[in-house]
């Protein structure tokens, strides 16, 4: 069992609103990944934190932020949600700015985020 | 624009019986690939990667740069084989990942 945890579990929002997601990564590991993954998809990449400071970005608009403290967790912010962001939110920590590279990336069990 | 496409949905077969599960990736540069996979109710982890050249659970990939391709193979399915399989790609010095829509491996008893 991973030290990568995420909360909530289980999040339901309302279109237009704003919702924050949170991470806590493995011990010893610096950098943290985010990825969104819609139903009866793949994992798609979003952004990375690597040293508090943003490593590597996905395609997707602003409204997608981040952050990083210098504990190494971190939480991702949408702003403005829409409907198609409903998702699985799934981060991952891995060491030294890799992303699923030469250290094994571990990740959490995931937030379901629902905009109705 | 990089791309991973992991043509079958669903994948089943007999118990014994040989598995490969298709991957096939878009670069222009040097990728890095892996395979994760997600057992029922448990988290995405690594099941191999390409640079190390390892089997793992019986498992093996080979990355053919010539056919762009990077498939999971595994001569003999078990059963606690069952479950989702997703191929990824790494390029601009770790910057980028992409994975695949996955598929589905279902072992029959």
């Known amino acids: 069992e991973t030290g990568v945890t995420q909360s909530p579990t289980h999040l339901i929002k309302t279109r237009g609103q704003q919702v924050t997601l949170r991470c806590s990564s493995q011990s010893g590991h610096n950098t943290v990944s985010w990825y969104q993954q819609a139903l009866g998809q793949g994992p798609q990449f979003i952004f990375q934190y690597y040293r508090e400071e943003e490593n590597g970005r996905g395609n997707f608009p602003p409204r997608f932020s981040g952050l990083q403290f210098p504990n190494y967790s971190s939480e991702l912010n949408v702003n403005a949600l829409e409907l198609d962001d409903s998702a699985l939110y799934l981060c991952?920590?891995?060491?030294?700015?890799?992303?699923?590279?030469?250290?094994?990336?571990?990740f959490g069990q995931g937030t379901r985020l629902t905009v109705v | 624009a990089q791309r991973v496409t992991q043509p079958e949905k669903l994948l089943s077969v007999f118990k014994g019986a040989p598995v490969e599960l298709k991957c096939n990736y878009s670069?222009?540069?040097?990728?890095?690939l892996f395979w994760y996979v997600q057992y029922s109710r448990q988290r995405l982890q690594l099941l191999l990667r390409h640079i190390s050249r390892e089997s793992i659970k019986g498992f093996t990939a080979d990355l053919n740069k010539g056919e762009t391709s990077f498939h999971l193979k595994k001569p003999f399915a078990q059963e606690e084989d069952s479950a989702m399989y997703y191929c990824?790609?790494?390029?601009?010095?770790?910057?980028?990942?992409?994975f695949g829509t996955g598929t589905k491996l279902q072992v029959i008893p």
């Open positions: 991952a920590s891995s060491f030294d700015g890799t992303i699923l590279g030469d250290t094994e990336a571990f």
């Open positions: 990824a790609l790494i390029s601009g010095g770790y910057q980028k990942v992409t």
């Open positions: 670069y222009s540069g040097s990728p890095e």
